[in-house]
C-alpha cells in the first residue's frame, strides 16, 4: 500500500519546516499501528481537521490471527460509507457441545459477516488515507517519551517522530499498553489455522458458522468460512497451552479436516483490561487490543477496537490542540468516562456471561439451541439489536443469573 503525501496544515499547534510540503516537524496526531483501532483513530483525528500520520510495523495488507466475525456492533462502527471486504455472510450456525449434541439453527437475516483481516485492515487504512492521514509502513515504534508538550517516538531504526498527541492502537503484543501502564485480568490464547478447502467442502459450509462449546471452562471454537478456505480455531485462559494445541488437533480432526493443509497455523494472545487501568498517558491514549478493549467471553475485538479507535482519535484530535496539563489530563479523562460508559458496561456484562459459561457451557448449549428465547437472543446480540449489558438488566436475568451462581 503507498501512502499519500502531508496535507496542508489544519490545526493550531503544527510547528513546519522550511520545506512544508515534506513532512511536518512535529504532527498532531500520530497513530500507532494500522489495524481496526488505529485506522478508525486515524480517520476520526483526519476528520477533526488534523494532522495525522500512522505508523505501522508490517507492509499492508498483512496477515492477522483473527475469525474475522463482524457482528453489528462492528459494523455500526464503521465509518459511513464504508463496505467491507466481506467473504461470507453467515445465515446458519452449527452448534456443537465439546463435538457432539449438534444442532443447527438459521435465520431469514444475516447474522454475521466474515472479513479477510488483511483485506479488511488495508481497506479501513486507505479510508483513512484518503481522509488525509499519512501512512509509513514497515516502520516499526521502539520507544516513546514525552516532554514539554510533545511526544518523542523512537523508531526500530532509530529514527525519531514527534506529535503533539499520539493514539497507541499497536495490538495485544505492542508497547504502548506497558508505556500507558495498562493492566490485565484476563489473558486468554487463541490457536487458528486456515486451511483451503475443495470447492465442495467450501459449497458445504458457504453461510454458516460452527461454535463448539470446549473441553477446558471458557474455551470454544469455530468455524468461519472465507470463500475457498476456512478459518478454524479455538481459545482459552493462558497456561493451558498443550490442552489448547489438543483442542485444536482433535477440533479439526473431528470435522474431517485433518487431510489439507492449513496455509497458514498461527497464535495470538487476547487481553482485557483490569476495569480501573489507565487509557491515557499524558498525550498518549490507548485504544482497542492496546487498551485491552475485547469482550471477555466471545474475545469478540474487532467492535471494540473501531469504537474504541474512533473516541481515542477524536479525543486526540482534541489533545493536540490544548496547551496545559489540566487541559490535557481533563481530556484523558474524558476519553476515560467515554469508554467506561460503553465499552466498559460491556465488558462488565461479558465477565459475568464468562462465568457463567465456565461453570454451565452444557445449559448454554441447550438455552441457544433448544428455547426459541435463546435463540432470539443470540441473533439480536450478533446483529447488535441489543447487548449483553442491556439483557443482564432485565429482571427475568438477574434471576437466571442468580440460579446459576454456582
Ligand atoms: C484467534 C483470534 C480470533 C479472533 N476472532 C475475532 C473475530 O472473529 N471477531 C472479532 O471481532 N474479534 C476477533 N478477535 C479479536 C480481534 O482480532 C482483535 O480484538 C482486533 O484485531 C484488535 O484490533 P487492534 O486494531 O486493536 O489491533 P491489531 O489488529 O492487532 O492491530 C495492531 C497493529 O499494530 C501494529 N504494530 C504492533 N506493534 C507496533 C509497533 N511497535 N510499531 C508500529 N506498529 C505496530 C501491528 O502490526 C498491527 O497491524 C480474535 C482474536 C484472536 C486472537
Redesign the pocket.
Known amino acids: 500500500m503507498t501512502s499519500s503525501s502531508p496535507e496542508a496544515a489544519s490545526g493550531p499547534a503544527v510547528e513546519l519546516p522550511e520545506n512544508a510540503d515534506t513532512e511536518p516537524v512535529s504532527w498532531d496526531v500520530v497513530v ?7 485506522a478508525s483513530a486515524a480517520l476520526a483525528a483526519a476528520r477533526a481537521g488534523r494532522r495525522v500520520l500512522v ?4 507492509e499492508l495488507p ?1 496477515y ?6 463482524i457482528i453489528g456492533p ?1 459494523k455500526g462502527a464503521l465509518p459511513p460509507g464504508f463496505e467491507p471486504p466481506v467473504a461470507d455472510l453467515v445465515r446458519e450456525v452449527e452448534f456443537t457441545l465439546r463435538g457432539r449434541r449438534r444442532r443447527v439453527r438459521s435465520s431469514r437475516t444475516t447474522l454475521i459477516g466474515l472479513v479477510d483481516r488483511a483485506r479488511f ?1 488495508e481497506a479501513l487504512t486507505r479510508a483513512a488515507v484518503d481522509a488525509g492521514a499519512v501512512l509509513r509502513e514497515g ?4 520507544r516513546i517519551a514525552e516532554h514539554d508538550g510533545e511526544v518523542t517516538l523512537t523508531l526500530a531504526d532509530g529514527d525519531t517522530v514527534r506529535a503533539r498527541a499520539v493514539v497507541g ?7 504502548t499498553a506497558a508505556y500507558v501502564g495498562v493492566t490485565f485480568e484476563q489473558v486468554d490464547l ?1 490457536l ?1 489455522a486456515e486451511v483451503p478447502v475443495p470447492a465442495e467442502v467450501a459449497e458445504h459450509w458457504r453461510g454458516r458458522i460452527l461454535l463448539d462449546w470446549g473441553p477446558i471452562p471458557g474455551s470454544y471454537g469455530w468455524v ?1 468460512p472465507k470463500g475457498d478456505s476456512l478459518t478454524v ?1 479455538v ?1 482459552c485462559a493462558r497456561g493451558e497451552g498443550e490442552a489448547t494445541r489438543a483442542y485444536l488437533r482433535d477440533f479439526i480432526g473431528r470435522l474431517g479436516l485433518a487431510g489439507f493443509r492449513p496455509a497458514i497455523e498461527s497464535g ?1 494472545l ?1 487481553r482485557c483490561r483490569t476495569e480501573s487501568a489507565p487509557l491515557s498517558r499524558g498525550r498518549v491514549l490507548v ?4 487498551a485491552g478493549l ?1 469482550e471477555p467471553w466471545t ?7 473501531l469504537r474504541s479507535g474512533r473516541m481515542a482519535g477524536e479525543r486526540a484530535a482534541a489533545v493536540a490542540g490544548v496547551g496545559t496539563d489540566a487541559e490535557v489530563e481533563k481530556a484523558g479523562a474524558d476519553y476515560h468516562a467515554e469508554i467506561d460508559a460503553v465499552l466498559g458496561r460491556e465488558m462488565r456484562a461479558g465477565r459475568i456471561l464468562l462465568g457463567v459459561f465456565e461453570r454451565h457451557p452444557a445449559m448454554l448449549h441447550r438455552a441457544v439451541t433448544t428455547l426459541p428465547q435463546g435463540w432470539r437472543v443470540f441473533r439480536k446480540v450478533v446483529q447488535g439489536r441489543t447487548t449483553f449489558a442491556d439483557l443482564l438488566e432485565r429482571p427475568a436475568a438477574r434471576r437466571v443469573l442468580e440460579l446459576t451462581r454456582h
Open positions: 500507532i499501528g494500522a489495524g481496526p483501532a488505529g505508523l505501522e510495523r508490517a498483512r492477522k490471527t483473527c475469525g474475522g466475525g462492528s485492515d516502520v516499526a515504534v521502539s492502537a499497536d495490538g495485544s503484543a505492542g508497547r487463541g487458528e468461519f480455531g481459545i495470538h487476547t485504544a482497542g487490543d492496546a475485547l474475545r469478540e475485538g474487532i467492535s471494540y477496537a
